[in-house]
């Protein structure tokens, strides 16, 4: 009878090994192979039971820690209770994934075996990170309110905070080490001015832990804090306290400003209410001393609703003045759109400043016509509110500008033929086509082509400010080679250095500078600061140039060791017609304009353009240029 029980025995062991949930593996503790393996195991590595009996069990687990893991094992004795451990567990496929091992040994007939219960925890883990992920989005949301957060439990200890709270109340580290409820408020009682009530309310909230309060904090450095606190719970069950500190020093600051302008207000229309009488007195008088004027002259509030306006305004945008009595009138409505912007900039300078710089813009009339205007405001005294504007038509200027610009233009283009053909015969002879002169026609020869040819650079300056103005200069934005363009603005301007014995000289450069602008425009930029800097360099001497890359641009420097730019003409430097008396500017020639141009060039292609001297050392002219993409064919000139 005793071996049909064995084999019962033996058989419901094996059944339940099989069916149990952990994967079971039984493993040779010597050869460390794998001699037995219930089902769970095998579906959890997909082998089939015979495939997975006699493997290495170092073919299964991935993980270096095992290595360790079983080294010790062999060198230390273990208990009889279980050793737990984690690992990582390799499928037949490849795929790795989590397990957490409880290892037991066993021994059978002088044979020692590890028996191996392995559970996968790959959901455990995701949902570890999941918490972990959730966490530091709790206090990432904390640490991006605006307000401070500070949460603590029934024993006073700070379980977390958040980082406003901390820069707040400008907590040193030692304090947030401490993390103790005590040391943090006897912290901020120091920085407080009248501390009795906000402890009063902590006090009651010790008697009564259900109570939420609200208390306005003034601090000794002149902020307001308004401090909230809250009990907190968890499932019904209260665990601590929660604290918020939301800084309104600047709501304090403006309630501040509004009862000063309230009190103002007031000032003001008392004085208004004395002033009524004789204003009704001299308001016929003032009408029509308005009325009279040449200028529109309106008064409006900050909406644009125009609560008077005299004839001549009213006249310009086509209102008669019983249809401005009956439906009102708003300036926004008669401004064209593109003037908004600019009288909600004037306005804000009369919040500021009383008075607003004034600004060109269009009104439309009644009938369409967009009529230039130029408006001037002013803020009505003892108003906040309202203003007075002045409104000059600028029809006629616009056609005095027009006419001007047009017969500079034809004059320019006039004078171009014959100082070209004047210029040319001139050379002729200077280079003695005509043969041999007299050295006294010689003389006044030569001072005929230099005027000539400053009088050409005058009208070819005059010609380009004016298409500058107009707006029909042409910008073409192209890539270019920096450094060969200033090689060849060099060669281009080597004589008329050698006039003044001055020569050109690159001293520092990439190997190649691909920036973004006009190459035509470049070499202008290029002629009026060499030729600048050739002027004003002493005799014999270099004119240095740099290039240089910053961070997205390229910067190129002019580098005289002339006389330096005198401190009362530095403003005036890239002004029109700006030339410096005193210094040798006059002697040297110029018309004036070429700075003012090449500033604007240097501006229309993106750049900027300054400068740097020094009384009796020099002067360095610099203007950048945006970099250009670089591409894969370019190649080292």
């Known amino acids: 009878m005793s071996q049909p029980s064995s084999t019962l025995s033996n058989g419901l062991l094996r059944h339940m090994i099989d069916h149990s949930r952990d994967a079971i ?29 006699g493997q290495a069990l170092a073919y299964i687990e991935c993980s270096l820690q095992d290595v360790f893991f079983w080294e010790g094992l062999h060198v230390d004795a273990m208990d009889a209770e279980a050793i737990v451990a984690e690992s990582e567990w390799l499928t ?19 044979q020692d075996y590890f028996v191996i219960h392995a559970e996968d925890i790959t959901h455990r883990r995701q949902l570890a990170e999941g918490q972990v992920h959730l966490i530091a989005q709790l206090q990432s949301s904390l640490d991006a309110t605006a307000e401070g957060i500070l949460s603590v439990d029934l024993h006073g200890n ?5 980082q406003r709270f901390s820069a707040m109340l400008h907590l040193p580290d030692d304090l947030l080490a401490g993390r103790d409820e005590t040391q943090l408020f006897a912290y901020l009682k120091a920085g407080l001015q009248d501390a009795d009530s906000f402890f009063l309310n902590l006090q009651s ?6 109570l939420e309060t609200e208390d306005l904090l003034t601090l000794k450095d002149g902020r307001y804090f308004v401090c909230v606190s809250k009990p907190e719970f968890l499932r019904d069950r209260r665990i601590g306290r929660v604290f918020s500190l939301r800084d309104i020093t600047q709501m304090k600051e403006a309630e501040r400003s509004l009862m000063a302008a309230r009190d103002v207000a007031q000032q003001a229309s008392k004085e208004k209410s004395r002033m009524v009488e004789a204003l009704l ?36 945008v086509g209102v008669t003045r019983s249809e401005f009595i009956d439906a009102g009138m708003n300036w926004l409505d008669k401004a064209s759109q593109e003037s908004h912007a600019s009288h909600d900039k ?8 009383g008075q607003a710089k004034p600004y060109e813009g269009e009104v439309i009339r009644k009938d369409g016509v967009r009529i230039p205007v130029m408006v001037g405001l002013a803020q009505l005294e003892g108003s906040f509110e309202e203003w007075v504007g002045f409104v000059l038509d600028l029809t006629e ?10 017969f500079i233009s034809v004059v320019s283009h006039e004078l171009r033929t014959p100082l070209t053909s004047i210029r040319g015969a001139l050379g002729l002879l200077e280079n003695g086509v005509a043969g041999d002169l007299a050295p006294k026609v010689m003389q006044l020869i030569k001072v005929a082509h230099k005027n000539c040819q400053r009088l050409g650079v005058l009208v070819n300056d005059i010609l380009d400010m004016e298409k500058l103005a107009s707006g029909k200069m042409i910008i073409n934005i192209e890539r270019f080679d920096l450094v060969a363009a200033t090689r060849q603005a060099i060669e281009a301007n080597a004589a008329y250095a050698q ?4 020569r050109y000289r690159v001293m520092s450069h990439p190997d190649q500078a691909w920036a973004m602008g006009d190459s035509v425009r470049v070499m202008q930029v290029f002629a009026n600061l060499l030729s600048n800097a050739a002027k004003f360099s002493p005799t014999g001497d270099e004119v240095e140039i740099h290039i240089s890359e910053t961070s997205g641009s390229y910067k190129v420097e002019v580098r005289d060791k002339g006389a330096g730019i005198s401190p009362a003409f530095r403003e005036q430097i890239f002004k029109k017609f700006a030339q410096a008396d005193g210094t040798n500017t006059r002697q040297q020639g110029g018309t004036g304009l070429g700075l003012n141009i090449t500033k604007t060039f240097v501006e229309k292609m993106g750049g900027e353009i300054g400068f740097e001297t020094e009384v009796g050392k020099g002067t360095v002219f610099w203007f950048t240029l945006l970099a250009g993409v670089k591409r894969r064919d370019d190649r080292v000139g």
């Open 25 to 53: 593996l039984v493993v040779d503790k010597q050869q460390m192979m794998v001699v037995d393996a219930n089902q769970s195991a095998c579906h959890m590595l997909s082998y089939e039971r015979a495939d997975l009996l």
């Open 92 to 110: 037949r496929s490849g795929l790795s994934f989590p397990v957490e091992k409880r290892v037991s040994v066993f021994s059978d007939q002088g």
């Open 158 to 162: 700070i379980i977390n905070l958040n």
């Open 205 to 210: 909230v010790k008697d009564d832990p259900n």
């Open 281 to 316: 007195v001299s308001e016929s008088r003032l009408r029509r001393l308005v009325n009279s004027s040449l200028i529109g002259i309106m008064q409006g509030n900050l909406n644009g609703k125009l609560t008077e306006a005299n004839d001549v305004l009213l006249q310009l």
């Open 346 to 353: 004037a306005l804000q300078e009369l919040r500021l400043h």
């Open 397 to 406: 200027q616009r056609k005095a500008d027009r006419i001007k610009s047009e």
């Open 499 to 502: 006039v003044f014995q001055v």
